[in-house]
């Protein structure tokens, strides 16, 4: 009755709170369901999109929830993103921030999530066919970082395969005077 009482895991100097506050980012961290959730955000998703480029960045890592691999599960024809893409006029930023989580998805299930290699083949086959044209102007009429992020995103289109690589090159002009006017593109800074 009149012994000690048990002290908290980390004693006084306050290392059991820490601990706790170390936890707790993890579950605000960005998962598949969370990032669909946000996407539908009426406010933008811009957010969400550079929350998912910015996660996907660090990836694959074992003590890190892969959200490029958790969204595919829950969202294998990436629709939320296509809606992004099918609506109406988006700021460069935004659609920057779509070119890119794309990459992100396409390179993944090109290398490390090669299970998913049929919804990479789909992205691609989607983008051809529906969104090409948003490419290509995307491509040419905006600035350094825009013409970067299509150029990226064009090759993870072609590490999908060769099916793919064939596609993209039977979808896009090589020979066009103003593919050349990439060249001159410099990032200001």
């Known amino acids: 009755m009149g012994g000690p009482k048990r002290k908290a895991p980390g004693g006084q100097d306050g290392a059991a709170p820490q601990a706790g506050a170390a936890k707790r980012p993890r579950t605000e961290e960005l998962t598949g369901v969370r990032f669909k959730a946000q996407l539908r ?23 890190v929830y892969d959200v490029v691999e958790g969204y595919i599960k829950i969202s294998v024809e990436c629709a939320e993103i296509f809606q992004l893409l099918s609506g109406e006029k988006h700021p460069e930023s935004e659609m920057l921030l779509i070119f890119q989580v794309f990459e992100a998805i396409l390179l993944r299930t090109a290398s490390d999530l090669s299970h998913f ?26 600035g350094y970082r825009m013409a970067r992020a299509c150029l990226n995103l064009m ?12 596609d993209v090159c039977s979808h896009f002009d090589l020979n066009k005077k103003t593919l050349y006017t990439l060249v001159t593109k410099r990032d200001s800074k």
Do not use: W
């Not at 919804?119 to 490419?135: D, R, Y």
């Not at 090759?155 to 064939?166: F, L, N, Y």
């Open 41 to 63: 955000d009426p406010h933008g998703a811009a957010p969400a999109l550079e929350a998912f480029v910015s996660a996907a960045k660090k990836l694959p890592r074992e003590d």
């Open 117 to 142: 290699h049929v919804v990479g083949t789909n992205i691609v086959k989607k983008l051809m066919n529906n969104h090409m044209k948003l490419i290509c102007e995307s491509l040419y009429a905006s």
């Open 155 to 166: 090759a993870a289109m072609v590490t999908q395969g060769p099916e793919a690589a064939r």
